[in-house]
């Protein structure tokens, strides 16, 4: 066994790599976990990446993702809903074929403002109404939808949920094991109700995966692309991640990095480097 | 009387202006009040600076800016806090010197992590300490010291007061006229509860200035150059602007936009479309 045996490589830091390769680099690095992302399943199709998944010996931390259902209603809102039931299927498929321990989590992005809108609460009314059309999905596939709050810089253009409480809040009419929330440290460092928020999600039940990756400044051109190697940045990895752990969270931690240089680098080096950067900076805080 | 009476030009959207001639073009804009900055005052010296603003007949709306004392205890810190003290000074002159109506009003932006430091509580606690320090002076010199948060963006760099209910929070145990808040659009309008906040800061007589520009994506190289004037962007200027007058607030209101574009442009052509931007989002908005 590792050092870091709750390590999971989230598929988006070797963002180049085709499934079979990422599943390759991450198993052949002694690490036991992977986080999966829809494009590059879609890629070898849902049987053959299960059956390739199976074979790695992996377990799936998560799969991305879901979501972008701010729209209102009409062809393309119904069209991103069916879009996020297939996402289910694929979500308890994998998890299935993945090892001991694999999650059935499918992480949610709410989507941005539609065009021309200064409308937030609507927007936020209709993440909500697309909860509940999908819980029922959900629930009958045993998958547990995790809301996921991004940095407040992406709030127009790509999630209108910005914080962990509005996430738990929009959770609240739901069952914890159908409606949970994605706790990722580079979009709530800043929050002073961060760590608070994180209590509260464990207490509900709905801590539904643990994300890290640092922040640091300058931001780059494409701020999407500002995340860095734990320890890199200016995120108390030691606060949160001890906060996570209080909840009784026992899952895998995945390790989510979209910067061009980290996605320019050769792969193995990527997970050489991430796991030694969990390892300093995120293992010694997780429970014994 | 203009259609646009509170309408108050801050001197960062005529960025390249000297004193004189940012006063002169809104003056002549037929623009009553006017946001000044430190830099083009101490460009003519203080005396020169308060006579100019009389003989401009113009108010004066804010002073901009104190504040970036996160620093631990030090020389670096003594210093900044006694460049504080002179800003309060400054601040309590010119606004004197200002036509009746003008506001003695020091905008403070808190200041970033010191380099190397993940202590964001730490670093909150000593800008509460830093208040407490500057208190007396700014009571003594009837200015009201009004602490800004900033977009979370800026929360490692720049501010690590990143939502109007912590700077609420860290004046809670000064008098209102003393110590209150900035409520600026384009750092607040993400959060779900901004506007809630904004009642609090009214009910609690803290509200010292209200700001307006706006929010679009994407955000150029320089995030900080990444405001817009009034409906040009995302923010709900009706929402706002009715929860801040519904406080009673009675001041005046500044545009502040900070874009590489809009300081290129001619200062009386960036004057007009201000004056025209804030009557269509602004205006009709504010109380009658």
Redesign the interface.
């Known amino acids: 066994m590792s050092g870091t045996p709750r390590l999971s490589i989230n598929q988006a830091t070797i963002k180049y790599a085709d499934l079979p390769t990422a599943l390759e680099v991450t198993a052949s690095a002694g690490i036991e976990s992977i986080g999966l992302w829809r494009e590059p399943v879609a890629e070898v199709g849902l049987e053959t990446a299960a059956r390739q998944l199976r074979d790695s010996g992996l377990r799936m931390s998560t799969y991305c993702r879901g979501g972008f259902f701010t729209l209102p209603e009409g062809p393309a809102r119904r069209a991103s809903l069916d879009d996020n039931r297939r996402a289910i299927d694929e979500t308890a498929t994998l998890a299935a074929a993945g090892a001991a321990g694999s999650a059935a989590v499918l992480v949610l992005v709410a989507g941005g ?1 539609p065009d021309g ?4 609460d609507g927007a ?1 009314d209709r993440v909500r109404a697309a909860l509940e059309e999908l819980a029922p999905a959900a629930e009958a596939a045993g998958v547990t939808l995790a809301v996921e709050p991004l ?3 992406f ?3 790509r999630c209108v949920v ?2 962990l ?2 996430a738990l ?1 929009l959770c609240r009419d739901f069952a914890p094991e159908v409606v949970g929330v994605t706790v990722d440290t580079f979009h709530l ?5 961060a760590l608070a928020q994180v209590a509260r999600a464990g207490a509900e039940g709905r801590l539904a995966t643990y994300q890290v990756c640092d ?5 780059p ?1 494409d ?1 999407l692309l500002s995340r860095h190697y734990p320890g890199d ?4 990895f030691a606060a949160f991640t001890r906060t996570v752990e209080a909840t009784g969270y026992a899952r895998d931690v995945e390790v989510e990095i979209f910067n061009a240089a980290v996605w320019d680098a050769p792969f193995p080096d990527v997970v050489a480097r991430t796991t030694q950067s969990f390892a300093t900076s995120v293992q010694p805080y997780l429970a014994p």
């Open positions: 403002l809108s200064r409308d937030l936020r940095h407040p810089m709030a127009s253009d910005p914080t409480r509005l809040d460092w800043w929050d002073p109700d922040w640091a400044t300058p931001l051109q701020v940045g200016v995120i108390d």
